[in-house]
């Protein structure tokens, strides 16, 4: 009886024993998978820019999102597509009511207008090029400007203001409370219920080209020279 039950309290012993291995077994598995990095996104090339691809829940991959490359020296760099590739050599006095447009033999890309209310300024750039700049009328104290990133949400070639009753031709709308670019007469002294007023055939050249969409950048004091990034 005796050996009986110390075969039993062995046996007993050495199950135990087992079982126990098994778990620990079990448990470094899972620490294991726990700790191994996860596959990292697909990747793609956007004109030599990474793009990465998250996978959605429902397997299905949104639109590709350009992200900036990384220079080791200088961090983060845009794409070419937001830098300034050309400045527009003026040499006439840049008064009120002057513009100049030189579009030829620029390549065609994303149209990006940049508006400086201290310069009293516009540029437009297409492809990272300016080919457009002009001097501004723009907000009165009474109804200033916006600063900001707006796109250009609707585009009337006779619009008259509901508001004011005024004629805007060449109408490009930037918010929903009025205020837009369109063809004023630009002289010193004159001011907009916060509207970018400038010159009739400028506005007709960049009516023209812009559509819904493209972004205006309205700064105050951001002036912009070569290589610098537009957005």
Known sequence: MVEKIAYRISASVLLVAALAIVALLVMGLTRADAGSPAAPPPQTQVNGTAVVEPIMDDGAAPEPVLEATVDSETGPVLSDRFTVKRILQIDEPFVHGYYKWDDEGVPD????????????????????YEIGAAVITFGDSEKPTPTGVFPITQKSKDHVSNIYGSPMPYMMRLTNDG???????????????????????????????AKLGDRVIVTNGKMLDLGDAIL
């Open 109 to 128: 890309g994303e149209l990006v207008v940049t508006v400086d209310l201290k310069a009293e300024s516009i540029s437009v750039f297409r492809a990272g």
């Open 179 to 209: 205020v837009a670019i369109h063809a004023s007469d630009v002289k010193w002294g004159w001011g907009t219920r916060g509207c970018i007023g400038v010159p009739l055939e400028f506005a007709r050249l960049l009516f023209e080209q």
